[in-house]
């Protein structure tokens, strides 16, 4: 079975041990202007682009130096569009972005220090932002207020506050992105500041103290900027580690449910039911752990095709097209297919397979233990004279009650609540990787 192969790479990989994969986290530093454009002028004819461009080198040294991976948008006097410092950062895989830059206004009393991000809450009609960097609102601000604070801390410049902004570099990534206006080179005082070495020193500190009090460098949350804090976040990105799970554009959307589609796709990369025309598991990304390479034993498609228990009564194996509601066209036809062919996933009653329904988590449990633990090992596992049924609302003759039992006993799946499954509702993509993650962590442990 396919999961020996990340049970392998769950091991070399050491994830086990570590709770969160230890992996420099990627900085993308922007100085802002640059070439032909030279951004505003200071009292002194200092030109913002050069101001900009030594605190952004300065940010780099120091951010290396504490061990994050380090991006330049552009490290000399070069002109860059906003849109290709914007697809710098989407090519790279990075955590954050932070653009560098100092302030110009016509009352020369106005100094101090403001940070820009794009709020979703103050949406600009004509600037409208990307929807990812709209869902990374809350991050942000958080990224934004932490680098505004410390600036002003190490700096010691008056503090102007957050600014809720629709400039391109802020609104059309897709990752956290902050602008950090640092000094005023219309002011006489904050001009002079920027001039110093020593203080643009300070203000790149201080905005690598603001990055690490966000992220610090060895916490690399990139696959999925918005788990950080959520509950399943350890183990989201441990699968995020072996390859197991993917992100959205939005990120991974923990709290949404699960469609039956994906809960199938994320199944066939753990326990690879697809077949390739020898009858050989897919290639897989751990290929260089699983020792001879080769494809094991063929899997026996027969054990896990008994007769499916189902929300509605079995409908006899058929292909994916076979049902009204699926096309040719959907994202994952040929899974869907195969699964449907090998009995894996049984259609309804009124000749629908849902790919996009939601999953239930009694479906959910079924097809899970039917992947995981075929007839043999099941019949080890559970004695069947004490498969009392943990949950107060799942009854013993309910469809589901055996695998939920099954899959409760090994201590892979949780309840809503103590002694309360929710059979019927739908499973969170969180839940989904905790229920994957549980399974992989306990058998590598006991491997
Ligand atoms: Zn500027």
Redesign the pocket.
């Known amino acids: 079975m396919r999961y020996k192969q990340w049970l392998a790479a769950f091991i070399a990989m050491g994830l086990l041990a570590s709770s969160s994969a230890a992996q420099a986290a990627k900085v993308v530093v922007d100085a ?2 640059g070439g032909y454009d030279p ?2 002028i200071g009292v002194y004819g200092l030109r ?1 682009k050069d101001v ?1 461009l030594d605190i952004a080198l300065k940010l780099q040294k120091i951010l290396t130096e504490k061990g994050y991976d380090v991006v330049m948008t552009r490290d000399s006097d070069i002109y860059l569009s906003l849109k290709e410092r914007v697809d710098i950062a989407g090519g790279q895989q990075a955590d954050l972005f932070v653009s560098v ?3 110009s206004y016509g009352n020369p009393n106005t100094r101090g220090a403001m940070v820009l991000y794009y709020d979703d809450a103050y949406p600009q009609a004509d600037y409208p932002a990307s929807e990812a960097m709209k869902a990374l609102t809350p991050e942000s601000r958080e990224l934004a207020q932490k680098v505004l604070d410390k600036f002003v801390q190490i700096v010691g410049v008056e503090n102007r506050g957050l600014l809720p902004s629709s400039v391109y570099v802020v609104r059309m990534g897709s990752i956290p992105s902050i602008l950090v ?1 640092t000094a005023f080179l219309s002011n006489p005082e904050d001009s002079a500041l920027l001039a110093d070495e020593e203080q643009r020193t300070l203000m790149a500190e201080g905005i690598a103290g603001g990055i690490e009090a966000y992220l610090p460098p060895g916490q690399a949350a990139a696959l999925f900027p918005d788990l950080r804090g959520h509950w399943a976040q350890e183990a989201v990105e441990r699968l995020g580690e072996l390859g197991l799970v993917q992100g959205t554009g939005a990120g991974y959307e923990p709290d949404r449910a699960m469609t039956r589609a994906e809960w199938m796709a994320l199944l066939e990369r753990a326990f690879g039911f697809a077949r390739d025309e020898a009858g050989c598991p897919e290639p897989s990304v751990s290929q260089a752990v699983y020792e001879d390479g080769v494809c094991e034993e063929p899997q026996n498609i027969a054990d896990h095709a008994e007769a499916a228990p189902s929300a509605a009564d079995a409908i006899p194996p058929a292909g994916a097209a076979d049902y009204t509601d699926v096309s040719p066209d959907h994202w994952a036809f040929e899974l869907l297919d195969q699964a449907a062919r090998s009995g894996m996933l049984d259609g309804y009653e009124d000749g629908t397979l849902r790919p996009d329904q939601p999953v239930s988590r009694a479906e959910a449990a079924s097809l899970f233990r039917r992947l995981a633990l075929p007839e043999a090992e099941k019949q080890e596992t559970a004695p069947a004279a004490d498969m009392r049924q943990p949950f107060a609302d799942v009854s013993a003759d309910y469809w589901a009650a055996a695998d939920i039992a099954l899959l409760e006993r090994a201590g892979w799946i949780d309840g809503v609540a103590p002694s309360r499954f929710a059979p019927d509702k739908p499973l969170t993509r969180a839940e989904a990787a905790s229920l994957l993650d549980k399974f992989i962590s306990r058998r590598a442990s006991e491997s």
């Open positions: 802002g202007h951004g505003a913002e900009n830059h100092a302030n206006e």
